[in-house]
């Protein structure tokens, strides 16, 4: 028998997802507001309605330029994020197609070096950087961030991946299918909305990753996340400014996710339920 | 033409060996049914017959040639699976037209394929849909659809029936055979419900553990199965299979008699019995008794008023006995 749903239940529910909703987002929203005060107003306390004065963002541009870290946010994000694919896709293929008796203890594998904390190998990842001469490069740090993220870009394409069912792929080859007509016409149009899903999230995460971005460059490759980061040692007490810098650097992403939020809670809970 | 010879065909998965050593002839035109009860490697063979999956040993021929190492495609056959197997980003349409499309047919003669066979099976106003908007029943028939659409030289079906409502079942089963008249070709249908068995086969192959019991039309395997695998598989309700005294009787070790050939009495007969459950389906009653001999399942007339409790006697049929050996062979 299905659970009777009253309107109370309803309303309580809503409520208390709005306010959950509410908490998390509520350093953003308060970013947002911050970054239109002025400073004396953003050191004042706490205020939930500012005066509504771009001057923060006219100095952020006027004094910094965004268009640098920004462009290189997408070259990373993006590069990183194709680089990821390539790799991972056949991966994730043979994984999922011809598995062995060794594919879940790869997988486990590749899931583990998440695990271990960043810290505890930055001193030989800057000094092979350093030796290398990728030290505040884009390709450098592309290369960076594609290893970072292809875990779980594996990992989400495998699950993709499993859930075509063979016996598709048997009909198609009954049906005189070669391996390439099977691959064009069966198996990519079945697995684009995964392979969709997968590089919007890794292009968030991949935008949003602070750590190596901010220790392995200094100018010339330098994304929006060190961008921030430089506003918030030599300028620390100015934090309309500050803000002003964040709201630029996360409003790309945030646009983008709301735009996408279909396709990437679908990616999300993909292979949940059927 | 279709037909499909079977020489010293093996399968083995790892140690395991799934189909020991099988020898079968399937005539052109014949609707064959393999059936047998789960894992006993019937849907294993029509995939080595498919191509989809390879042999360990023996050969495979369609029609003289030996096909044994050739891809699925080159064999010229077409498989229905249990889940449809539908594309599921393509329309009925495009379902359809698929295997012509791989073929290289041009557009004109892909689209009149396409419209005939969608014709044959009251699918031309689903056309522009996907598999995703359609009902199991009208998916089935796009599996059909795809399947004939290519003229094989015969066609597999692998369960097909068994994802669908009873009801649905029961329509279905005869739109198949009804296809298989109006088409003629050879047709290989493996299924474990041995209903869909006797209403659709010429000719049954009762498959256990990877080996053949009996091959035959579905009377005779219902008049006269080899052993007691055949005569307990095939039948519904199943026969009743009796040992002991009232076997050695009849000079055998277990007697078979099936649930229509017990005479009901109130008064006098050969074993007494006391009705367990009774069934009344309208046309025939099912009861279920226990009787000196062991549990009994005897098919009575509708009329037939008993209930549980009461006490009854029930006479074999001796022209419609089975006799079985110690190894569970008929004896002649």
Known sequence: MARKVTTRHKVVATVAAWAVALIIFFPILYTIITSFKSETEAIAGFKLIPSFTTESYREVQGQYNYFKPFMNSVILSVGSTLLALLIAVPAAWAMAFSPTKRTKDVLMWMLSTKMMPAVAVLFPMYIIFRDLGLLDSRIGLTVMLTMINLPIVVWMLYTYFREIPGEILEAARMDGASLWNEIVYVLTPMAVPGIASTMLLNIILAWNEAFWTIRLTTTEAAPLTAFISSFSSPQGLFWAKLSAASTLAIAPILIMGWFSQKQLVRGLTFGAVK | ?332
């Open chain 2, 1 to 332: 033409m279709g037909k499909i010879t079977l020489k010293n065909v093996s399968k083995s998965f790892g140690a395991t060996n799934i189909i020991p050593d099988i020898d079968l002839v399937i005539e052109d035109g014949e609707f064959v049914v393999f059936v047998g009860p789960s894992g006993c490697g019937k849907s294993t063979l029509l995939r080595l017959i498919a191509g989809l999956e390879d042999t360990s040993g023996g050969t495979i021929e369609i029609d003289g040639r030996d096909v044994t190492s050739e891809a699925p495609a080159k064999r010229k056959l077409a498989m229905v699976f249990q889940s449809y197997a539908l594309y599921p980003h393509m329309t009925v349409a495009k379902n359809i037209a698929f295997p012509l499309k791989m073929a290289g047919e041009d557009q004109a003669t892909i689209d009149r394929k396409v419209k005939a066979a969608a014709a044959t099976l009251n699918l031309t106003n689903y056309l522009e849909r996907r598999p995703g908007q359609l009902s199991g029943g009208q998916r089935q028939r796009v599996a059909i659809g795809r399947a004939i659409v290519r003229q094989p030289s015969a066609f597999l079906f692998d369960e097909p029936l068994s994802n669908l409502d009873a009801a649905l079942r029961g329509t279905m089963r005869l739109e198949i055979t009804e296809l298989h008249q109006q088409l003629k070709t050879t047709m290989i249908y493996v299924t474990h419900d041995q209903v869909e068995a006797m209403t659709m086969a010429d000719k049954i192959v009762v498959l256990n553990a990877g080996n053949i019991e009996q091959v035959g039309s579905p009377m005779e395997l219902y008049k006269a199965p080899k052993n007691l695998f055949v005569a307990g598989f095939i039948g519904s309700p199943k026969m009743n299979l009796v040992t002991g005294t009232a076997a050695a009787k009849h000079n055998a070790t277990t007697i078979g008699i099936r649930p229509e050939h017990l005479r009901v009495s109130t008064t006098a007969g050969e074993w007494k019995a006391t009705v367990g459950v009774a069934e009344h389906l309208g046309s025939d009653t099912f009861l279920h008794v226990n009787s000196e001999v062991g549990p009994l399942t005897v098919r009575a007339d509708g009329e037939i008023s008993v209930t549980h409790g009461d006490e009854i006697w029930l006479t074999p049929d001796a022209a419609k006995l089975h006799r079985f050996d110690t190894d569970g062979k008929a004896i002649r």
